[in-house]
Every structure is written in C-alpha cells, then in structure tokens.
C-alpha cells in the first residue's frame, strides 16, 4: 500500500473552520482525517465540499453539540457509531471505520466539567466503556488507530503550568489512570514515540487565554494512537500549529501521523 497518512482535528463547529479544513485536505492529500466536535446535524453536513475536494465523509451530529466525523480518500468499508454497550451510546462521540484494512476510531471523549460534577464521573466511565469495546470489537494485533481530542494531557510536559493545572478535569490522576487502562490494551503513543521527552508540545491553546499560542500556553489533550504492529511502522507524527494560527481558527490544532504499510 505504501505511505498511510491520518489527521485528527478538533474543528470546534466544522462549517466555522470549513476555510481551513478544505484547503488543509487539498494541500496535504492525508489518507484519512479525523474531526470532533463538528457541531452539525447530519442533514446540514457539507458533504459536497468534501466530495468536490475528493473525499469519502461519514458523520454523526447534532446541533452545537458533540459529533464525529471522518473524511477518507478511500471509501470505507465498514461503518459503525457508538459504543453499542446497552448503556447510552454516544453515537455522536465514537464513530469507527474501516478504511484500506485499517481500523481507525475516531473518538470525541467527554470533557467532565469538573470533578465534582455527574459529567466527570460519565467520563471516567467512558474510558472503561471504550476499553470493553475494544476488548470486545477489535484486535491489538491488527492494525488499528485511536484517535481524536481524548481529553486527557497524560504527562507533565503535556500542559504548560503543570503545578497550577493539576486536578483540571483533563489533568489529573483519576483520568491518566483511565486513559492509561486504556492504552495497555495494546496502544502507542505514536506522537511521543517521535518526540520523546519533548516539552512544549501542544494542541489545544484555550480562547479566553490572552495571546495563549504566542505565550505557549497550551495543552496536549489530541491523540494518534496505533496498536503495536502498526506504531511500529510509523514514519512521523506532527502537530500543525499553521491550523491554529489561521483567521478565526479552533482553539485546537490539527495532528496528523505517517506510516509505510
């Protein structure tokens, strides 16, 4: 197959960031690109304007909520939402496909508001949820890639001001231990793989923050990962801050990774 290349972007409401996002595809050409957040119901998707850029797009939406969404060069051979568990299915949040042999989950976790809150227990729970359904669905032996905005910076060097952040909702031990149980079912880190130990990376430079990108105030809470096999074919993985310097841009930047299949 040769070179496979996929992009995860939090777009932030994906009809305000279409100026990026449809450039962004005709520039770099990617195999695949990942979207949360869109904030579109499906009957309003632009699909056409990913058509006429040449991509396959399948999407689950709603209104300034949620939504999930993955553009592909290649048609998808199998399609599937939610975490189909019995319990609320999230369909807007977890959307996996199958695309040229490999599986890729494209995930919008929830944020949890904070800890206190109903929602960071739903959040915690989801990491679980999503660990069954791996467990249940999917193969750490096959090729397959975890992706979207996890809502989780695992590491110090993750955030900018780790002291003062820790205990955030997308900062603190119960989270690193459910993303962690997560991860040892057989997942990469596949940007850290390429930049081990490196500080300063981030994807996420929050809008009420004053100069955030310039001022390098940012998180890393928007993940590639891959099962062994194929983290193990990895050529690169990039965050591309143009995305988010752009006029009126998501307060997330877009990743993307490279492997030789």
């Known amino acids: 197959m040769g070179r496979f290349a996929i992009a995860t972007y939090n777009v932030n409401s994906l009809r305000s960031r279409l100026h990026i996002v449809i450039p962004w595809l005709q520039q770099h050409h990617p195999d695949v690109l990942c979207m949360q957040e869109t904030k579109v119901e499906d009957g309003k998707f632009p699909e056409e304007e990913f058509r006429t850029a040449g991509y396959h797009v399948v999407h689950r939406g709603s209104k300034q909520y949620s939504g999930v969404a993955v553009a592909s060069l290649a048609k998808p051979d199998e399609v599937s939402f939610g975490l189909a568990d019995g319990d609320r299915a999230d369909e807007e949040r977890l959307l996996r496909c199958v695309i ?3 599986v890729v989950l494209n995930t919008y976790v929830p944020q949890g508001r904070d800890k206190e809150s109903e929602q960071f227990k739903y959040k915690l729970d989801w990491y679980k949820r999503l660990r069954s359904f791996l467990e249940k669905s999917c193969s750490p032996q096959t090729p397959l890639v975890w992706c979207g905005d996890l809502n989780v910076a695992p590491e110090n060097i993750d955030v900018h001001n780790p002291k003062r952040i820790l205990g955030h909702v ?8 459910a ?3 997560v991860k040892s079912w057989g997942l990469v880190d596949v940007f850290r793989k390429h930049h081990p130990g490196q500080p300063g990376q981030y994807t996420f430079f929050d809008y009420r923050v004053p100069n955030s990108v310039a001022r390098g105030m940012g998180w890393r809470v928007d993940h590639i990962l891959a099962t062994k096999p194929l983290a193990a074919k990895s050529l690169r993985c990039d965050i591309d801050m143009q995305t988010r310097l ?3 841009p998501s307060d997330h930047t877009l990743v993307m990774a490279e492997f030789d299949i």
């Open 179 to 181: 993303f962690a149980a």
């Open 100 to 102: 040229s042999g490999i």
């Open 246 to 248: 752009e006029t009126k």
């Open 170 to 177: 997308c900062f603190t031990p119960e989270v690193w231990e």
